[in-house]
């Protein structure tokens, strides 16, 4: 199969293969080894997609991840949006559709797997042309772990594009021999189709590794499409490459212009004629090869346009050969075509100013400005770059010790110099962590015939007589963002001077390419219109990621079940089986209320309090946290932590403590119960267990070391049971036979170790709702058992279960707060009305000292209250600010507070809420409002504790 | 990720630690001889170079054990870690590269 764009004896596509795909609707079909771009390319497709902004047609201006025009769209067989054509490997079956610069997102899931991988090595190479295939042989050779990372679907780098000879052969004979000997090392690792898109602190490099892309509707289910490789590495060497440069000139963004390098990959790699008739504008030497390569392959050239006064004699003699005539000093000034590049605008270019001009006709015109190294990932290791004049480009500087680069990623553009420079690299390499080993010298090269500098060159200008649009309106810098010169100068018209704000205020290099073609060009005409030197100027900054990567693949395996742990209780299955909804608190999935059939969440809760308040209610409380304290000094240590005194808590007793920062702010609260002399078990705030073990933790071990005391967390070892209501001494009666529940036997704030359900137990006389409560805490195997037996002889009294709503509800009835929900950093004990459970006679703990700050003795502090809306069915909001006006005045409007909790009561028979107010315990008896829907709601402040003020139920 | 050298476990990713802030802060010995603002510059005040930094670290999803470390707050390279109640090693600048730290 052929066709009259595909080059005879070119290219390492297979041509016995076809692939059959969709562009724009339309069918065609290319080989195995081709992108979606050497495809189109072949077939004589130039115009892919339009500019995003003016909607021009665009072309393939590059072969590689550089291009910043030819965006495309994936519609099948998966789709994915925001592809280069350039880098997208041709399967069977592929739907393709060119990109105005935005892709959609696909509206279904995707069925992929995604992975992540660890390696660790020695070495690092990122970049498999000849600097790095040289610099990883010469690493492994000396028996270091070598990684080797390349991006492309081969190894081989540029030397896939281009005819060079090492050793007296093509290229590609010494690369075939360096891979099957790395091939042959257990110590190295190479990985094709692998981008490394980031260098972290400390050296992690990140890498993204298409594994079944290619393969299209035929990739195994079972194989990760995708991985991201996580590379720890002792030294690392960017060969990374250098992308080529363009030179803005007018409507220089049309199809059919191409960078000239990377026509010379089209022709080699892909055996592409990317056209039929061209012309070559260059400032450089690098354009002659492909100049004459293509020549050679039957493209007509039908003029070089070198801007250089000078060009090197074997050009001159290479191209008088063939017919090819130069124009030396000349420049392209602009084009002509529409959907694709008729003619080539050139003239003479002297001292700045255009002779006249003179058309040549062409169909392909390709430009070189010189090249970029691709310093990304050296300058996100924190690399510095300085500019070298003598090739119009930023090339590294200092980097840290462990990461050099080498070839055409340092600046050298030769291939005797890169592979030289990929041998000194991995040596260097070697030698800074000690590793020594045969030295390997470098493969011969032919000798290279001498050179002319190239000439520095950013822009042409745009030619007197063009029409009266600004000054390079129709030069294209971005081409992706269509950025022009034009906005360039006004950025800079408007005063900017540093390339990050141009970057910002042009958008230049924000798009998926990263300014690969445009970054130092944008650099050269900032500095050019500012009359600065460019080596003073800078380029901008890299970040990673230096290529786009998609978040599936960055978040691997862990997506749904498995992105964050889930903890469920001992008896969670029970509450699934029970038709608990449940609610999440922090990692934990606690019942929020069960619903019987036909019952609203309202409805539930409202019957859920009412069996607590009149009856027997329990519900599952395993998930606070638990922290066992054991030592001599445990009691000094609670002592210096809660704000009250938990030394002189006897064995058998339970106390209610709070914790607060040094700050004196409110930071937990639980219970303590004293276990034995030396032990006492603390509960935490569920969502807050951890934070709590660290914080005494940290004062443990920083601050009193000399304390002996150790801490553990045991709060899954446990599985809590609060068993409520009125009625509650009589089941629990019945399931712990041993145990006398007689008040005066079993006091509140109290607890016994007995027998319940037959499992040993440790029972406290703790009530988290006012009403006679136990606390059963069973080992965490038991918890069902003990649960259904709780439930089993609950039945005779109407026992229900009851989730967290109702546990909110209840203790806000009760004004027991929650931290973290009434409370938020700002609070202190006094501020929830609990001066009760600060000490008056410790002489100091954490926070006491603070209490005595002006800030924290303020009249007008926030204070908790209650709130009970006039209208006893509204119910607030939680968060709802609060105001002092029945007008909502205009903003701003001064806030009292706000609405922390809000719920409605069935004790109470009406709705209500607490709120921290500014002066709030002096205002009780006030109305205030809450601005609702654009109405202010009156409420009336009252103490916080609205049921059973005097506590007259908790003994039953 | 960085890695972080835990004096008690080895290198460990740094999502395993907590920070801790400034290291070398002690809790006053008599509180109630301080001012308010004396008082105030222990409970809020820390400094915030640009450079290395003594600061304290724990290692919550291992040992559990805090630490201290100097840190250089601009390259954020652990140059020394060393145990709670340990002189700050005297290190003033930054050490270049990875290699010289360890």
Redesign the interface.
């Known amino acids: 199969m052929n066709t009259p764009f595909r080059a005879p004896g070119h290219g390492r596509v297979d041509r016995d293969t076809a692939l059959s795909f969709t562009f724009d609707g339309t069918a065609y079909t290319g080989h195995p080894g081709d992108t979606l771009a050497s495809a189109l390319l072949a077939n004589s497709v130039h115009h892919v997609a339009d500019g995003i902004k003016y909607g021009r047609p665009r072309g393939i201006l590059a072969a590689g991840a550089e291009e910043p025009n030819a965006l495309v769209q994936i519609e099948a067989p998966f789709p994915e949006p925001m592809l280069t054509a350039t880098t997208l490997e041709l399967y069977d079956g592929l739907v393709a559709r060119g990109l105005s610069g935005q892709g959609k997102l696909a509206a279904e899931p995707d069925t992929a797997r995604y992975d992540t991988m660890h390696a660790h090595c020695d070495l690092l190479v990122v970049g498999a042309g000849p600097a790095g295939l040289a610099a990883a042989l010469a690493a492994a050779r000396t028996g270091a772990r070598v990684v080797l990372v390349d991006e492309l679907p081969e190894p081989g780098g540029s030397l896939l594009g281009s005819q060079e000879l090492i050793d007296g052969a093509p290229a590609l004979t010494w690369v075939d021999e360096v891979l099957t000997e790395l091939a042959d090392n257990p110590d190295v690792q190479v990985l094709s189709r692998t981008t490394a898109f980031g260098h972290?602190?400390?050296?992690?490099v990140l890498a993204l590794e298409k594994r079944t892309d290619h393969l299209g509707a035929a990739a195994p289910a079972h194989v990760s499409r995708q991985r991201i490789w996580?590379i720890?590495s002792?030294q690392i060497v960017y060969a990374t490459g250098a992308y080529e440069r363009p030179v803005a000139f007018d409507n220089n963004d049309r199809p059919g212009i191409m960078l000239a390098g990377s026509a010379r990959t089209y022709l080699n790699r892909f055996g592409v004629l990317p056209g039929s008739r061209a012309v070559v504008f260059t400032t450089n030497d690098s354009a002659y090869p492909a100049a004459l390569e293509l020549a050679d392959a039957g493209v007509r050239i039908a003029a070089v346009v070198d801007v250089r006064e000078e060009v090197p004699e074997h050009w001159r003699t290479a191209c008088a050969e063939r017919g090819i005539g130069i124009r030396a000093g000349h420049v392209v000034t602009g084009t002509s075509g529409i959907e694709h590049v008729t003619r080539a605008h050139v003239a003479p270019f002297d001292q700045g100013n255009l002779g006249e001009r003179q058309g040549v006709d062409c169909d392909l015109l390709l430009v070189s400005g010189g090249w970029n190294p691709a310093v990304a990932l050296f300058s996100q290791a924190?690399g510095t770059l300085r500019y070298d004049a003598g090739i119009g480009a930023f090339v590294p500087a200092d980097g840290?010790?462990?990461v050099r680069t080498a070839g055409a990623a340092g600046g050298t553009f030769t291939l005797s110099g890169c592979l030289t420079d990929g041998v000194d690299a991995a040596r260097q390499a070697l030698s800074?962590?000690g590793r020594t080993g045969p030295e390997t010298a470098p493969p011969a090269t032919a000798p290279l015939p001498g050179g002319a500098p190239t000439r520095v060159l950013w822009r042409v200008p745009s030619p007197q007589d063009a029409d009266d649009s600004p000054e390079g309106a129709v030069q294209f810098v971005d081409l992706q963002r269509d950025a022009t010169v034009s906005d360039v100068l006004r950025a800079t018209g408007a005063g900017l001077r540093s390339v990050e704000h141009v970057k910002r205020y042009t958008t230049i290099g924000t798009a998926h390419d990263q300014g690969r073609t445009s970054g130092v060009m944008t650099s050269g005409i900032v500095a050019e219109a500012l009359g600065v030197d460019v080596a003073d100027l800078g380029t901008t900054r890299f970040r990673p990621p230096a290529v786009p990567v998609s978040f599936a693949a960055l978040a691997g395996r862990n997506r749904g079940e498995l992105f964050d742990p889930v903890r469920v209780t001992a008896i969670h299955p029970w509450h699934v089986e029970h038709g608990a909804l449940f609610e999440n608190v922090g990692q934990w999935k606690r019942p929020w209320y069960y619903p019987r059939a036909g019952e609203t969440m309202e409805e539930a809760v409202l019957r859920e309090c009412r069996a607590a308040r009149t009856g027997v209610a329990m519900m599952d409380g395993s998930t606070l946290g638990k922290i066992n304290v054991q030592g001599p000094d445990s009691g000094v240590l609670l002592d210096r932590l809660y704000t009250n005194l938990m030394s002189t808590l006897k064995v058998g007793r339970v106390r209610y403590g709070v914790m607060c920062g040094?700050?004196g702010m409110a930071i937990d609260d639980g219970t303590v119960i004293r276990v034995a002399e030396q032990e006492f078990l603390l509960t935490t705030t569920t969502g807050n267990a951890?934070k709590v073990?660290?914080w005494m933790?940290?004062w443990l071990?920083?601050?009193w070391?000399d304390l002996r005391v150790h801490l553990t967390s045991v709060t899954e070892h446990w599985v809590t049971i609060p068993l409520v209501g009125p009625r509650s001494r009589d089941v629990l009666a019945l399931v712990a036979p041993d145990l006398d529940v007689d008040n005066d036997a079993f006091p509140f704030m109290s607890w016994q170790d007995t027998s319940v359900a037959g499992v040993a137990a440790r029972v406290c006389r703790i009530s988290f709702s006012g009403e006679l409560a136990y606390e059963i805490n069973v080992p965490a195997w038991y918890g069902i058992t003990v649960w259904e037996a709780l439930c089993a002889a609950g039945s005779g009294f109407g026992l229900t279960t009851y989730g967290t709503e109702t546990m909110h509800v209840l203790r806000a009835e009760k004004a027991y707060p929650i931290i973290g929900q009434d409370t938020d950093g700002t609070v202190t004990p006094q501020d929830l009305g609990m001066s009760w459970v600060v000490s008056k006679k410790k002489p100091?703990f954490v926070g006491?000292?603070?209490f005595?700050?002006?800030e924290n003795r303020r009249e007008d502090r926030k204070q908790l209250v209650g709130l009970l809306p006039a209208d006893e069915r509204v119910l607030l909001p939680e968060g709802a600010q609060i105001i002092a006006t029945s007008d909502i005045p205009e903003p701003p409007v001064p806030m009292l507070g706000h609405v922390t909790s809000s719920y409605r009561s069935d004790a109470l028979r009406r709705t209500f809420a607490l709120a921290l107010v500014r002066s709030g315990t002096r205002r009780i008896g006030e109305t205030l409002y809450v601005p609702l829907d654009g109405r202010a709601v009156p409420v009336t402040v009252t103490d916080p504790v609205l049921f059973d003020k005097e506590g007259a139920r908790r003994d039953g | 990720?960085?890695?972080i050298t835990c004096p008690w476990c080895g290198d460990r990713e740094?999502i395993e630690f907590?920070y801790?802030g400034q290291a070398h802060i002690?809790?006053p010995e008599d509180?109630?001889a301080?001012d308010?603002e004396q008082?105030?510059q222990?409970?809020?005040f820390r400094d915030n170079p640009k450079g290395p930094f003594a600061e304290?670290w724990?290692h919550?999803a291992g040992c559990?054990?805090?630490f201290n470390a100097v840190r250089d707050t601009v390259?954020?390279?652990v140059l020394a870690v060393y145990q709670?109640?340990a002189e700050r090693p005297a290190i003033t600048s930054t050490a270049?590269?990875?290699?010289?730290s360890r």
């Open positions: 972290y602190d400390d050296g992690l996580r720890r002792r924190r840290p010790g462990n800074a962590i040094a700050d951890a073990l660290e933790e940290e071990q920083t601050e070391p100091d006491k000292r603070s005595s700050r002006a | 990720m960085q890695l740094e907590h801790g002690a809790y509180p109630y301080l308010d008082w105030a222990y409970v809020f304290r724990v919550s559990r054990r805090w390259t954020h390279e709670a109640g270049k590269g990875q290699e010289a």
